[in-house]
């Protein structure tokens, strides 16, 4: 939980590389699905080239994690986003769940849901 945790963080203050060293070569970062755009970032480089664009369009776009639950290899994330629209300058808040998945101390996968429900169900094993 404090590889997620610290992801976070190094996010938020804008030190991507930094975060980014914490990811698997091979990571998988899945959009929300109901977002339009959607998809799914195969890879280090895409990923990395996804939160770039993100910060880019979104300034000041942070999560800010209320609850990290652990699912054994597996670590939910419950919070919020918060940014301002690029364009627009719209403020944007809206709740934050994902499932990220831990794999030889690194962070493999990365989906992000639109409900606790969902990203609970996804960190479950499968029976």
Excluded: C, K
Excluded at 21 to 40: C, K, M, N, Y
Excluded at 87 to 109: H, K, Q
Aim: net charge negative.
């Amino acid at each position: 939980m404090e590889l997620v945790r610290r992801s976070l963080e190094r996010f938020n203050r804008g030190a991507l590389d930094a975060q980014t060293s914490e990811f698997d070569p091979q990571i998988e970062w899945h959009d929300q699905r109901e977002l339009p755009g959607a998809t799914v970032h195969h890879g280090l480089d895409a990923t990395v080239e996804h939160l770039r664009s993100v910060q880019r369009i979104l300034p000041g776009y942070r999560v800010d994690a209320d609850e990290l639950v652990d699912a054994g290899g597996t670590v939910v994330v419950s919070g919020r986003v918060s940014a301002r629209g690029g364009a627009s300058d719209v403020p944007v808040d809206r709740p934050f769940f994902a499932a990220i998945t831990i794999r030889s101390g690194l962070i493999r996968r990365v989906a992000i849901f639109g409900s606790r429900a969902e990203a609970l169900e996804a960190a479950r094993p499968p029976q």
